[in-house]
């Protein structure tokens, strides 16, 4: 089985979304005292941008904060490329730059701010999917139940906040 970021494309699998996750683009506060905020997405051609490198992975989509307000031109140069989305979310925390970040990793780092509130990034819907095969296992069952109620609490507490 797998958690996967976009729906499967197979009729042998089973798949059950488990949220929608949302993107935006962050950045640290001694990021934003430092080089400023920017006010228009042409504004981010002069600031630090930190990116998801796998160009064979749709996760690529991230690339937000390199395309934003670039539709005739090609996306921006990237200051840092990492291969995981946690590493951005360091190098962000750390003052590197501003990167496209899921709203759920960002909100573990209350000090980062939002760049460019108007506009919002990617969103995602992240499933579970399986093999057809396992439609009767019981481990299968008891992980999905274990991962639906664990996005469920997760869910519950974030609206908390």
């Known amino acids: 089985c797998a958690i996967r970021l976009w729906a499967a494309d197979k009729a042998d699998l089973i798949q059950r979304k488990l949220a929608t996750v949302r993107t935006n683009l962050y950045a640290s506060p001694e990021y ?10 042409q504004d981010l051609d002069h600031h630090r941008i930190v990116t998801y490198g796998d160009a064979d992975s749709p996760i690529t989509q991230m690339s937000f904060a390199q395309r934003i307000g670039r539709d005739d031109s090609g ?31 960002a909100s573990a780092v209350p000090s980062l701010v939002r ?20 439609k009767r296992s019981k481990r299968v069952a008891a992980f999905r139940d274990f ?7 997760f869910r519950s507490s974030a609206l908390r906040r």
């Open 32 to 41: 934003v005292s430092a080089h400023g905020l920017p006010s228009s997405p």
């Open 147 to 153: 991962l639906t109620s664990e996005v469920e609490a």
């Open 115 to 134: 760049v460019l509130e108007d506009c919002s990034g990617p969103s995602f819907d992240l499933y579970f999917v399986y093999p057809s095969d396992l």
């Open 75 to 105: 996306p921006r140069k990237a200051s840092l490329t990492v291969n995981n989305v946690p590493a951005m979310l360091r190098a962000v925390e750390a003052g590197l730059g501003i990167a496209d970040l899921p709203d759920y990793m």
